[in-house]
C-alpha cells in the first residue's frame, strides 16, 4: 500500500511527540501497538 500523501490534524498533533523519540523508542513502541493493531484489523477497524 503507498504511503498517504494527506496528513489530517490528528496526524500533525500526533507528530512531535513521535518526533522526540528515539530510533530505538519508536521501534519499542511499534512492538508494544502491533497486538492492538492485529486485533482491531482482526475486528474489521480501519
Do not use: F, K, N, W
Not at 2 to 27: C, F, G, I, Q, V
Amino acid at each position: 500500500m503507498p504511503p498517504a500523501t494527506h496528513r489530517s490534524p490528528t496526524d500533525e498533533l500526533a507528530a512531535p511527540p513521535y518526533d522526540a523519540l528515539s530510533p530505538a523508542e519508536l521501534d519499542e513502541l511499534v512492538v508494544e501497538l502491533e497486538p492492538i493493531t492485529a486485533t482491531l484489523v482482526a475486528a474489521g477497524s480501519q
